[in-house]
């Protein structure tokens, strides 16, 4: 990938956690990002996901506790444009 186009898609993550979740640090674009491969894949390829988390339960854990923050985070931003 060209370095033009990793800085725009890099923007893109920026202004989607920016909408998402109110504000922008690089732990949260970081958490941003899993979170959006973890989905994408799991939507297209569920036996991959299945398998996935069978074989690492520890990360199935971990993305479990991602997604959750994500979604707490998402809830009270929502709440403060209220």
Do not use: C, F
């Not at 993550?13 to 674009?29: H, M, N, P």
């Not at 958490?31 to 991959?48: F, G, H």
């Amino acid at each position: 990938m060209d370095q033009k186009l990793a800085e725009q898609l890099d923007g893109l993550v920026e202004k989607y956690t920016e909408l998402l979740l109110g504000d922008v640090t690089e732990d949260r674009k970081e958490k941003v990002k899993a979170w959006v491969i973890y989905t994408y894949i799991a939507k297209s390829m569920p036996p991959l996901v299945k398998h996935w988390n069978e074989r690492y339960p520890e990360a199935k854990e971990a993305i479990k506790e991602l997604i959750h923050e994500i979604k707490e985070l998402n809830e009270i931003h929502r709440s403060q444009q209220k």
